[in-house]
């Protein structure tokens, strides 16, 4: 039987009891907590076990992994068209079956040359396609509780991102990086495709539901702000397209740059390995609490002013690196740092779709992934580059604090596009 047919048959389902959004909720989340093999923190334990039975240096592993990143975000514009095209069902069934392909294949590399193909089908796969595609899913099913709904679906999903190395680790121990790499495709394919196949719907209609979950008045003028949106060249012509892109970059940007350097980075100011290890711990909590609240408080007041205070933690978390010390200091700075990214990404989810509408929001929100992926793959080098001319990274640390204070100021600088649905936000400005 072909994917086609099973599709159409179990689109033909009866209605469930009760609003189907949260159902979708609860599979976004999933799938997005699945992408944790082609993140930064599922890649990370694969490393040192290929340079050494592959003979390749570190510096090859790193240019590899780099140009994985640049070119599978090359792609994300074109899957965001063709979630706008097939929905986000159909796409993500290919997604999980390429996804789960590619890390299969890996465990069957050899050379530099396939690793650096590797890298590019789970970076284009796993952190861009299937995040946007399973947070775009989510998008459709609400309007009112959009935020709330996105908050839920970052933060569960970080969670299952963050036990992706954990389950890594075991089985590269027990059994080797390549049976590792095959177990994890294999669970890919268990988790996504069933998600997909028999969980996803593309919007509230297939089911005689609205957003929400509530009946409107006028079902008329509902259906029609419901498909409603502009073009992806429209929003990318409005300065507020590129303050919120901007914000998702540069925590993108530098938040990955520190990360990557984090042992390095801590050790400068005191901290033993363990304890710059440790310091994951309160950036994960502080992100998950900053992705709810975000996620809850965009429901409810003007999304400017929490861009501007995702800015400001950002800012405050990377110039205090510069200070930072051994004990609550540090615990202050990974809280910094992790509540300005965890934020970041749930606004830019409910951000979107909330002032350019959802009739083209993966086209939209695809571009927006490319350019966030690539800068996730330029902070790093950056850093390192500083790292290597000045002997330190004060000096970078510092040159970097301006631009995301520069981006909260732009945010209560440049207006949002006109939009009744503001009338249903705070009246702050």
Sequence with gaps: MSVSSVLSRSSAAKTPRGFYGWRIVGYASLAVAASGPGQTAGVSLFVDPLIRDLGISRSAVSTA??????????????????????????????????????????????????????????????????????????????DRRRGTAMGIVSAVGAVGISMTPLLAEALIAHHGWRTAWLVVGL???????????????DRPSVFGQWPDGHTPRDTAAASAAANWGVTRGVAMRH?????????????????????????????????????????FIPQTIAALVATLAAGALADRIRHRWLIFAAMLSLAGGIGWATQVSPGLSAVVFGALIGAAGGSMRAL?????????????????????????????????????????????????????????????????????????????LGTGL
Excluded: K
Aim: aromatic share 10%.
């Design 187 to 201: 669970a890919v394919w268990v988790i996504v495709i069933p998600i997909a196949i028999f969980g996803i719907r």
């Design 239 to 279: 300065p507020f397209f590129w303050v919120v892109t901007a914000g998702v970059a540069a925590c993108g940007l530098l938040g990955t740059a520190v990360n990557f350097h984090q042992i390095s980075l801590l050790g400068e100011r005191g901290l033993s390995t363990a304890e710059a290890a440790a310091n």
């Design 348 to 424: 830019e989810a409910a951000t979107f779709p909330h002032y350019f509408g959802t009739r083209h929001i993966g086209s939209i929100r695809g571009m927006v992934a490319a350019l966030v992926v690539a800068s996730t793959a330029f902070g790093p080098l950056l850093y390192a580059a500083a790292h290597g001319a000045t002997g330190g990274y004060t000096v970078v640390l510092w040159a970097s604090t301006p631009l995301p204070l520069v981006i909260a100021a732009a945010a209560l600088v440049v207006r949002p596009p006109s939009n009744s649905a503001d009338d249903r």
């Design 65 to 142: 992994y780099l140009i994985g990143t640049l070119i599978g975000a090359l792609a994300l514009p074109w899957i965001g068209r063709a979630l706008d095209r097939f929905g986000a069902r159909r796409t993500m069934v290919v997604i999980g079956v390429a996804f789960g392909a590619v890390l299969m294949a890996l465990a069957a590399v050899s050379s530099i040359v396939g690793l650096t193909a590797g890298f590019v089908g789970i970076r284009m796969a796993g952190q861009g396609a299937l995040v946007l595609t399973a947070t775009t899913a989510t998008a459709m099913w609400f």
